[in-house]
């Protein structure tokens, strides 16, 4: 078995798929931060149109706070569910499909996931998760605001180019004062 700890030390990430340390460096020289060798110290990552097919390696970034996987080709976001310390996640114009995996994240407190490349499924997920005050999901087929109904810190909820009624717009924002509803 591949000594993770050992190698780390000695050379960072060469365990990992050329893609995976292409994007790992990007996403830190552009901030201008040094790069912890440590993945479970990462508290934010962007992964922005980084050329990953495959999402596996994400359960190495315990401590991340922040996340963005906007515009990766991945098609599972199921790794994604482990990363428990999560509050803002990110990833427009995905392949989300099931949105199951979130479910996990009860620490999410922003999410955006906008003008997907297929319509994400299992909204009802969404009403699990709490602690979110901010929702974006412009252009996700989304034709109710139900799943959000149960969402008691949402202060704001983005719905721009979905085709929701204007009853159910006025519902909610009758029934949810102090959340902002941008559509």
Same mark, same amino acid.
């Given at each position: 078995? #591949?000594?993770?700890?050992?190698?780390?030390?000695?050379?960072?990430?060469?365990?990992?798929?050329?893609?995976?340390?292409?994007?790992? &460096?990007?996403?830190?020289?552009?901030? !201008?931060?040094?790069?912890?060798?440590?993945?479970?110290?990462?508290?934010?990552? /962007? @992964? =922005?149109?980084?050329?990953?097919?495959?999402?596996?390696?994400?359960?190495?970034?315990? !401590? #991340?706070?922040?996340?963005? @996987?906007?515009?990766?080709?991945?098609?599972?976001?199921?790794?994604?569910? !482990?990363?428990?310390?999560? +509050?803002?996640?990110?990833?427009?114009?995905? &392949?989300?499909?099931?949105?199951?995996?979130?479910?996990?994240?009860?620490?999410?407190? =922003?999410? /955006?996931?906008?003008?997907?490349?297929?319509?994400?499924?299992?909204? /009802?997920? #969404?009403?699990?998760? $709490?602690?979110?005050?901010?929702?974006?999901?412009?252009?996700?087929?989304?034709?109710?605001?139900?799943?959000?109904? +149960?969402?008691?810190?949402? +202060?704001?909820? *983005?719905?721009?180019?979905?085709?929701?009624?204007?009853?159910? @717009? $006025? =519902?909610?924002?009758?029934?949810?004062? /102090? *959340?902002?509803?941008?559509?």
């Amino acid at each position: 078995m #591949l000594d993770l700890k050992i190698l780390s030390e000695t050379q960072p990430w060469a365990w990992m798929p050329a893609a995976w340390q292409k994007a790992l &460096r990007e996403s830190k020289e552009e901030e !201008g931060w040094e790069v912890p060798t440590e993945l479970a110290q990462w508290e934010e990552l /962007d @992964l =922005r149109e980084a050329p990953l097919f495959e999402l596996s390696l994400i359960k190495h970034f315990t !401590g #991340l706070h922040s996340l963005d @996987l906007s515009d990766v080709p991945a098609m599972n976001f199921d790794p994604v569910a !482990g990363l428990a310390q999560l +509050k803002s996640f990110e990833a427009l114009g995905c &392949r989300l499909g099931d949105l199951s995996f979130l479910s996990a994240l009860s620490q999410l407190e =922003r999410i /955006d996931i906008s003008y997907p490349l297929e319509n994400p499924w299992n909204w /009802d997920v #969404l009403s699990a998760l $709490t602690n979110l005050e901010e929702v974006y999901v412009n252009h996700c087929g989304l034709h109710s605001l139900a799943a959000f109904d +149960k969402l008691p810190k949402l +202060k704001v909820l *983005c719905v721009h180019f979905n085709k929701i009624p204007l009853a159910e @717009l $006025t =519902r909610f924002s009758n029934e949810h004062p /102090d *959340c902002q509803l941008l559509a």
